[in-house]
């Protein structure tokens, strides 16, 4: 949000000095509350260590203690336990069934006022409607969404007016090397289906 922001004011022709009084928001010791800790989320968690955040998180299956310990993680079974303590909450989690609209009302309710929302998962795991009134309302702070749905949204939706959420057009892997990456473990799959060996990225092992 401060980011998007600034850089409006930075380069606004109309800006004629900086405001000494706007702040932004610290990450360094917040609570961060990551709903779905896979790989990613994991990865996730790792970098978060690094700002010496507390790492909350919720998943279908807890983690190893080992791998809770090697980044700080706290398991919490319920999801509205971690959606009531942290401050930042991340969504990464698959789009199936049982994660459609996992965030609607009464989870935004849950939130502190100061929580901002992050989904960098899939657009529909979010009830988008709610969550336009909970950022018009203040129910939370703020919102980052990388995904949104449908993509991209129609120039007159709502949360394209609105000033305490920034929208990205599904960027979070659009680098050279992450495309390269991807695209050299589809064929490694490919091979391996074609040539009867384990395939090495499966969805949904045996």
Known sequence: MYLHTGCQIAVSPDTKYFAVDW???????????????????????QRARAFNMRILYHNRNQRRKEEE???????????????????????????????HKLIGKKELGLMKPTA???NISRGAVIDQDAL???LQNKVIRAAALDVTYPEP???DHPLLNLNNVI????IGTATV??????????IANML???NDQPIPSEVFPK
């Open 23 to 45: 702040l932004g928001v610290e990450v360094t010791r917040a609570t961060l509350g990551i709903i779905g800790m896979g790989s990613i989320g994991y990865k996730v968690a």
């Open 69 to 99: 310990e090697a980044v700080g993680a706290h398991y919490c079974a319920k999801m509205e336990d971690l959606l009531q303590q942290s401050d930042f909450v991340m969504l990464i989690v698959n789009l199936t069934p049982e994660t």
């Open 116 to 118: 901002i929302l992050i």
């Open 132 to 134: 336009v009134e909970a």
């Open 153 to 155: 949204l129609p120039r």
């Open 167 to 170: 929208i990205t057009p599904h």
């Open 177 to 186: 090397q992450a495309i390269r990456m991807m695209a050299e473990e589809a």
């Open 192 to 194: 391996a289906v074609l």
